[in-house]
């Protein structure tokens, strides 16, 4: 067996053909002796004049042992094992789940939020009028924040844990073969819903339990593990109560009210760095010509980018690129004003947005240390509510990118995907000034990244608040269970020890295997 690259252009996809005459040059050895090229990793290389697609392959030759079959994954019947209580249905419980199957444990899964596709209905009336539903939203729900915000699988977490165990596992439940292969996996906001379902049919048929509709608002230790009491948001109202010895709390990055009541039971909390910006929005096509040199042709993906630099010792990055996408209102409580990036999978937009975000340290917050850990939270909070305040409403508060680094409000907008509106207004005030100034200086130094994206046809809106947690659950660092809880595990993102649909299902995976040792 050989590893190798190759490179082919991106005009057309590779044949088989194409793979075994590079294997055989690789190799050394006539095509007729290569049996078999396995493709395992694909990028695209837009640096030179023809764009081309780079592969790194595996070639076998006849007589060797041929590639290992993919990995099975022997999820038990746990009708009657023992239980492990999972609060929260995103891809950190998840996958939790999926493994406590394999290891013969009973996953109880407790989502305050509806099930993948009722909490549409929600989301429409979000976005339609307005109307937040605490509990259902693009943050809560089934599958979480990840399932209606682009599913991106891309993660530098691989010391974390096997990402191929979370990629496998999503093919085996419905998404495409190609997440495997892409160098930048992506499954889009209108397929991955169906995945998050199959996860759950997958779930149940092994004898896991699922309670949409419950939010758990109470903990109590007890003398056989802990106790949890939710409040029961369908039809039949009043409280349901859970016992089991294991809790795994996979809450998200906007489950405030578990911090509230560690806060309140006087559990261990930390504050936790977050990053805090804009939306920024170009076209498309803007995008693709300077990515691509002007070399674009419709073959070729919506172009993507990365950026970030350093201003005034602290980071200022792009979060969430969203290539073909669409902007969406991601509040969780009547109020807010939370802006959030999507893409289908076919990233058919006309427009390119990410977050561009300037690093927050607890250091940065000296005006709420009166809340103690919870002062990443209060200042987040208040961000969020002095955007909505501007407007009255989610109607999103924007700028052209020119004007904003200029202090300029803006005449008029440029076209935006945000389908609740735009306003015109002053970010460069409105914006907490240690992150606005960063951010004005940064726009211009992204120009000589990108040719083109310092310009006027950008829209900024406000506010990006939702990167990760602002708190941190600490947890011990063998047995990750909490400090001051025995027998809890925070996990995920929630926790403050994820960031991403991968990396959040890798924790959970990890919190699986401490529960069985």
């Not at 419905?174 to 292969?181: F, K, M, N, Q």
């Not at 795994?248 to 805090?276: C, D, M, N, R």
């Not at 606005?436 to 726009?443: E, G, I, N």
Request: charged share 25%.
């Amino acid at each position: 067996m050989k590893e190798f690259e190759a490179s082919f252009p991106a005009v057309h996809e590779p044949t088989q053909e194409d793979f075994h005459r590079a294997a055989a040059r690789a190799m050394g050895m006539p095509e007729s002796r290569v049996a078999t090229v396995v493709p395992l990793k694909r990028s695209l290389d837009a640096r030179g004049k023809e764009i081309q697609y780079r592969y790194r392959l595996q070639g076998y030759a006849q007589g060797e042992p041929g590639p290992a079959p993919r990995r099975e994954f022997a999820y038990q019947d746990v009708r009657n094992a023992e239980p492990v209580l999972i609060v929260g249905a995103g891809p950190a419980g998840l996958f939790c789940a999926l493994k406590l199957l394999v290891l013969g444990y009973k996953p109880i899964l407790i989502e305050r939020g509806k099930d993948v596709h009722a909490r549409k209905y929600d989301m429409a009336k979000l976005s339609r009028a307005g109307e937040v539903n605490i509990d259902s939203n693009y943050c809560f729900g089934e599958g979480g924040a990840g399932t209606f915000s682009d599913g991106k699988l891309y993660t530098r977490s691989s010391k974390r844990g096997d990402i191929y165990e979370v990629l496998e596992q999503m093919v085996l439940f419905g998404a495409d073969e190609r997440i495997l292969l892409e160098a930048h996996p992506h499954i889009g906001s209108d397929k991955l819903s169906q995945v998050i379902e199959n996860i759950r049919l997958g779930i149940l048929e092994h004898g896991g339990e699922y309670h949409f509709n419950r939010r758990v608002e109470r903990m109590h230790r007890t003398p056989a593990g802990w106790q949890l009491t939710a409040a029961c948001l369908d039809e039949t109202g009043g409280e349901e109560v859970f016992e089991a010895k294991h809790v795994v709390l996979a809450t998200g990055h906007s489950g405030k009210e578990i911090y509230e009541h560690f806060y309140e039971q006087g559990w261990e909390l930390e504050a936790k760095g977050f990053a805090l910006g804009v939306r920024a929005e170009h076209p498309q096509n803007l995008i693709n010509n300077a990515r691509y040199h002007g070399l674009y042709k419709p073959y070729l993906p919506p172009a993507e980018y990365s950026l970030v630099t350093q201003v005034e010792g602290r980071g200022v990055f792009s979060f969430c690129m969203c290539p073909g996408g669409l902007l969406i209102p991601s509040a969780t409580a009547p109020g807010e004003q939370v802006l959030n990036g999507m893409s289908n999978s076919n990233r058919s937009s006309k427009w390119a947005n990410a977050g561009i975000v300037v690093s927050v340290e607890p250091e940065d917050l000296t005006a709420y240390t009166q809340y103690g850990p919870l002062a990443a939270l209060r200042f987040q909070q208040e961000v969020e509510r002095s955007m909505f305040e501007v407007t009255g409403s989610i109607k999103a508060p924007a700028q052209r990118m020119t004007d904003f680094v200029r202090r300029k409000v803006s005449a008029d907008l440029p076209k935006s995907s945000y389908h609740p509106g735009t306003s015109s207004q002053p970010l460069h005030e409105l914006l907490p000034s240690f992150v606005a100034d960063r951010l004005r200086k940064a726009f211009p130094e992204f120009d000589r990244k990108i040719r083109g994206y310092y310009t006027s046809e950008a829209l900024l809106l406000a506010v990006e608040s939702r990167t990760s947690s602002p708190v941190r659950m600490p947890r011990d660092p063998e047995t990750l269970e909490h400090l001051s809880c025995p027998g809890v595990y925070p996990c995920g993102e929630g926790a403050g020890y994820a960031g991403g649909i991968v990396s959040s299902a890798l924790d959970g995976i990890r919190v699986a295997l401490s529960i069985a040792r």
